[in-house]
C-alpha cells in the first residue's frame, strides 16, 4: 500500500531562519507526483511546490525549495528566510499518475518564534 | 476569482441525527473532491465527481454517507445517522480536470462537524 510518513508531528524555527520538514513515501510505481500543501489556521489548505518523480531537479517555489531524493523515497521542504505567515500545518502528498487519488502525511505543524 | 465556497463551517449534531453539508467549486472546474479531516491527521479522500458522475467513492461509508453533483457544480455530502467517529472537517476541493498537471486542486475553507 501507498503510504506517505511526516515523522516530525510538530517544529519550531526562529523567524528568518531556514527550517526543513521531512517527508518520506512508499510507492512501487515509478511515474507519480509529490506535493506540500500548507494549510493555516483558517484552514484552507493551499499548494506550496510540487515535484514531478520523472524531474531531476528539485522544485523551488522563492522561499521554498525541496529535496527529492526519488531512491531513498524522500521529498523535504525547505523554508528559508521563515516569516510568521509560514506558521500552518504542512502536509506532504503523494500521487501516482495512474491513480488520481491524492495520499495525505498526517502533517507537521510549524510554529515561527519571533 | 472566487474561491471554493463551503456551508456551513460549523456544525454540532447529535449522534443519530443527519446532516448536510455544501460545496460550491470554482467556475469551472469539473472536477470536485470531498475530503475527511479528522483532528491529527491529514485530509482523507471520501468521493471524487468528475462533472456530475463519480469517479472514485470507494472511501465513502456508504451505509451512512452519501453525496451528489446533480448539475456537475454544486455538491452535497450527508450524512445519515451521524456517529460519534464522524467528528471531523469535511473538505471541499475542486480542480480544472483530473490528473495532476491540469488540475491543482483549490480547496475550501472546510466545515467543523462535532457529533455527540
Known amino acids: 500500500a501507498q503510504t506517505v510518513t511526516q515523522s516530525q508531528p510538530e517544529m519550531s524555527v526562529q523567524e528568518a531562519e531556514t527550517v526543513t520538514l521531512s517527508c518520506t513515501y512508499d510507492?512501487?510505481?515509478?511515474?507519480?507526483?509529490l506535493f506540500w500543501y500548507k494549510q493555516p489556521p483558517s484552514r484552507q489548505m493551499i499548494l506550496v511546490i510540487r515535484?514531478?518523480?520523472?524531474?531531476?531537479q528539485n522544485a523551488t517555489e522563492n522561499r521554498f525549495s525541496v529535496n527529492f531524493q526519488k531512491a531513498a523515497k524522500s521529498f523535504s521542504l525547505k523554508i528559508s528566510d521563515s516569516q510568521l505567515g509560514d506558521a500552518a500545518m504542512y502536509f506532504c502528498?503523494?500521487?501516482?499518475?495512474?491513480?488520481?487519488?491524492?495520499?495525505f502525511g498526517k502533517g507537521t505543524r510549524l510554529h515561527i518564534l519571533p | 476569482e472566487a474561491g471554493v465556497a463551503q456551508s456551513p463551517r460549523y456544525k454540532i449534531i447529535e449522534k443519530r441525527q443527519s446532516v448536510a453539508f455544501w460545496c460550491n467549486p470554482i467556475?469551472?472546474?469539473?472536477?470536485l473532491y470531498w475530503y475527511q479531516q479528522i483532528l491529527g491527521q491529514g485530509p482523507k479522500l471520501l468521493i471524487q465527481?468528475?462533472?456530475?458522475?463519480?469517479?472514485?467513492d470507494s472511501q465513502l461509508p456508504k451505509d451512512r454517507f452519501s453525496a451528489e453533483r446533480l448539475k456537475g457544480v454544486d455538491s452535497t455530502l450527508k450524512i445519515q445517522p451521524a456517529k460519534l467517529e464522524d467528528s471531523a472537517v469535511y473538505l471541499c476541493?475542486?480542480?480544472?480536470?483530473?490528473?495532476?498537471?491540469?488540475?491543482?486542486?483549490?480547496f475550501g475553507p472546510g466545515t467543523r462537524l462535532t457529533v455527540l
Open positions: 476541493a475542486s480542480s480544472l480536470a483530473r490528473g495532476p498537471l491540469g488540475n491543482e486542486q483549490f
Open positions: 510507492t512501487s510505481e515509478s511515474d507519480y507526483y
Open positions: 515535484q514531478e518523480a520523472y524531474k531531476q
Open positions: 502528498a503523494y500521487y501516482p499518475n495512474r491513480d488520481d487519488k491524492i495520499i
Open positions: 467556475s469551472g472546474h469539473a472536477t
Open positions: 465527481f468528475q462533472n456530475n458522475g463519480v469517479v472514485d
